[in-house]
């Protein structure tokens, strides 16, 4: 039996997961704490209409880096367990108690380049070359009771019924390229729009559709004592009568496994191994060398805000409308439908022959034997990917293909006090990210005396299950942001923001909103 039944799994998300570091990558869900933060270029990220009180230039790479690690019941230490303890972590009960039927797992991250953003009449530009990165897996509870239950006891795979379907992982990065401008229509509508020239760097979508075992066998302890010619000993009658009963305990045994699954790759570097003998895909294995642009695709982000009145302000905003077009070449695809394996008791039970018991037996369960062991080897890997298992045949990819960007919906109301130098508000956004969307609900709370100074306090309810808070400071040209503080292992949601910029133009009085 397999030592670490995640390994293989693992490895594949571990090795996506350096592919996205090799490219800097990024895409995280934008700093809703900055939303109401006036003095803030950052808030464009999440709606371009929100135009701050000063043009800006971000300093190269470091000037808005995102990074954002999340899940629907997992947390922080459990993560860490998964990678650092692929064998023992899901034997655990109180791992076990916090799981969730589904439990997703989205790691985000997001670098400028460069960007820069300046005024021009009651127009604002702002121009970005950014590097974006989603990573996204589902991970079912049934699996971690499979391998909870497989771990020591190898007769349980001998009496089991297991459907372990279900498991996901989806990969997104790539390169932006974006032009933007907001306009103030009058003293109280403001509308802005950025488009989005997109560098494929790489796409994976792997589903695990269908892996289903159900078993009822003899253990080898019974099958040798039946084998055994001590067993046969007796008289004719007693020996018709253990055929009878051994021809009747036939029937009733069983062994099934099935098994579906789809790749869909585009990254160049990434080979699909094959074995010699063995026409389905044995290994992984990424070349960074080779890495390059694998398509081409294109996104748009629409927004806008409206003072209802002097002091309440609501705004919306679509973020991420696009797609990009992988290419051909770069492409691969693999299916797995292997024929299932069905062992049938009736089959064995019908080779036993009452005339000529022993010998009959001893055929049947010789065949019986070798069909087992078969299975055996095969389940008791208990590996999720196991390549033997799943035999993912590569197919030729016909055409490109396209993949969806993670669009975002933002919807936001603020109410100011003392000049708006004091202000709260309420944000809702949907990021339709795979294989769920994340639905999120923030409070803030917003001090801004100053365009170099301000302040915002926030707690979203959802995401990190009501036990986090989020805090935004901007001092001068450093900012530095979160929305899930990390507050001990139990943490599900936990992200970090730093940007550094050289603030330049002001907004004209004239043209200023209220």
């Known amino acids: 039996m397999a030592t670490n039944k995640l390994l293989s799994f693992m490895k594949l998300i571990g090795m996506t997961f350096i592919m996205t570091i090799i490219t800097l990558p990024a895409n995280a869900q934008f700093l809703r704490t900055s939303y109401f933060m006036e003095g803030t270029h950052y808030r464009q990220q999440l709606n371009p209409a929100l135009t701050p009180t000063k043009g ?9 880096v995102n990074a954002t690690v999340g899940s629907t019941s997992l947390g922080y230490q459990d993560i860490i367990d998964i990678i650092d303890d692929g064998d023992d972590f899901y034997t655990k009960p109180d791992f076990m108690n916090r799981l969730k039927d589904n439990n997703t797992l989205n790691v985000n991250f997001s670098t400028e380049i460069l960007s820069a953003g300046w005024y021009k009449g009651k127009n604002f530009w702002s121009f970005n070359i950014g590097l974006r ?18 771990e020591t006891i190898e007769d349980n795979w001998r009496n089991s019924n297991y459907d372990i379907s279900g498991q996901q992982l989806n990969i997104n990065a790539y390169t932006e390229i974006g032009l933007g401008l907001s306009r103030q229509i009058n003293s109280r509508l403001t509308v802005g729009a950025r488009v989005k020239a997109l560098l494929g760097i790489g796409n994976m979508e792997l589903k695990l559709n269908r892996i289903a075992m159900s078993a009822n066998l003899p253990t080898d302890q019974q099958i040798n004592e039946w084998s055994n010619d001590s067993y046969w000993s007796g008289s004719l009658g007693e020996i018709e009568t253990k055929a009878k009963d051994l021809k009747a305990k036939f029937d009733n045994y069983h062994a099934n496994l099935t098994v579906g699954a789809e790749l869909k790759s585009s990254f160049k570097g990434l080979e699909l191994k094959e074995e010699e003998g063995k026409d389905y895909v044995t290994d992984f294995d990424f070349d960074s060398g080779n890495l390059g642009i694998a398509g081409y695709g294109f996104g748009i982000d629409l927004g806008a805000s409206y003072k209802i009145l002097d002091n309440l302000t609501v705004s919306a905003s679509i973020l991420d409308l696009g797609f990009i077009s992988w290419s051909k070449s770069s492409t691969k695809i693999a299916s797995a439908n292997p024929d299932p394996i069905n062992i049938k008791g009736s089959t064995y039970a019908d080779m036993i022959n009452i005339t000529d018991p022993q010998n009959s037996v001893k055929g049947a369960l010789n065949q019986l034997q070798n069909d087992t062991e078969n299975y055996m080897d095969l389940v008791t890997q208990g590996d999720v990917l196991n390549y033997d298992m799943l035999q993912l045949e590569v197919g030729e990819a016909k055409e490109s293909r396209k993949s969806r960007l993670a669009s975002t919906l933002v919807l936001g109301a603020e109410y100011g006090f003392f000049n708006n130098k004091l202000a709260v508000g309420v944000l809702s956004t949907t990021r339709f990210v795979q294989p769920d969307a994340l639905t999120e609900l923030t409070l803030s709370a917003n001090y801004r005396p100053k365009s170099w100074f301000n302040v915002a306090l926030s707690y979203s309810a959802i995401q990190s299950a009501g036990k986090s808070f989020g805090l935004g400071l901007k001092l001068g040209p450093i900012f530095l942001g979160t929305d899930y503080m990390f507050l001990g292992k139990n943490s599900n949601s936990v992200n970090g923001f730093i940007g550094v910029s ?3 133009n002001k907004r004209k009085a004239c043209c200023k909103q209220g």
């Open 56 to 64: 800006f230039i971000n300093l190269p790479v470091i000037g808005a």
């Open 133 to 150: 990165t989603d990573i996204g897996a589902n991970l079912t509870k049934s699996m971690f009771t499979f391998l909870n239950q497989m």
């Open 502 to 504: 050289i603030p330049l």
